[in-house]
């Protein structure tokens, strides 16, 4: 595990965004962990947006994602040779015009009292955001690995294994995080009831609207539940560790 010693190190100072940005959040969780379902939550609850995705052929609710951070966060992973699915080791150092572009993708929010933003690929790039944005503020959610790999599989017949590989290299990006900076954190393996419950805790938490209207979760967000199996140690450690600090 030596690349987790390397995440989350001291950023260089750099100059944070300007006035006008409003608070800001971050959800934070790795692809097919039911950060769709948080973010649509949160926009329901009055959380804006801003351009986002509200169809996906992998979710026919959207992803929920700001379409140019995303095309922002594929571009810099690509351009160190990384990927979604080809994670860095170790944090990455923005250059002068990454920071001048995620700078104008932060004033498309300006005047905007409660904004956020969805991406898994945030993760990977977490230290940039938080150096141009200090009020930066979290929430997250995590599912079960097995429940991920079979998600995953379905989507793009990525073999366990390497699932497995990727579910590591987020969560431990989302476990560390959350021991440097406390946040909502939800698993996404509850049942739908709990779920709401600790959902709508969260909400308040973040002064957000109370959800009254038809709930964003739906069936379809859910199609793979955990399975009764045997997982790699670590695996299972950081599993247990992020629900000893979930609701």
């Known amino acids: ?58 979710n026919l609710k959207g992803n929920r994602e700001n379409e140019d951070i995303v095309a922002f966060h594929d571009t810099v992973l690509h351009d160190r040779g990384y990927a979604w699915d080809n994670p860095p080791e170790q944090e990455i150092v923005w250059t002068a015009d990454e920071r001048q572009r995620a700078r104008a993708l932060i004033d498309s929010y300006k005047g905007v009292a409660r904004w956020g933003f ?54 431990v990006r989302l476990l560390r995080l959350y021991q440097q900076q406390p946040f909502p954190l939800l698993c996404f393996d509850e049942d739908e009831s709990v779920l709401h419950r600790k959902l709508d805790e969260v909400l308040r938490e973040l002064d957000l609207a109370p959800l009254t209207e038809e ?32 609701r």
């Open 118 to 171: 969805k991406d898994p690929r945030a993760l990977l790039l977490v230290e940039g955001w938080r150096a141009l944005l200090p009020m930066l503020g979290f929430v997250g959610i995590f599912r079960h690995p097995t429940a991920v790999a079979q998600s995953l599989a379905a989507r793009g017949g990525m073999p366990e294994a390497q699932a497995f590989a990727l579910w590591r290299a987020y969560n």
């Open 1 to 58: 595990m030596r690349f987790i010693r390397t995440l989350f190190s001291r950023a260089p100072a750099f100059r944070a965004a300007g006035d006008g940005i409003g608070s800001p959040l971050m959800v934070v969780g790795m692809h097919r962990s039911g950060t769709s379902f948080l973010t649509g939550s949160l926009q329901q609850a009055g959380l804006e947006l801003g351009k986002h995705s509200a169809w996906n052929p992998h």
């Open 215 to 246: 709930r964003f979760f739906s069936a379809e967000l859910k199609h793979h539940g955990r399975l009764e199996k045997s997982l790699p140690v670590e695996l299972d450690a950081i599993y247990q560790e992020l629900r000893s600090c979930a």
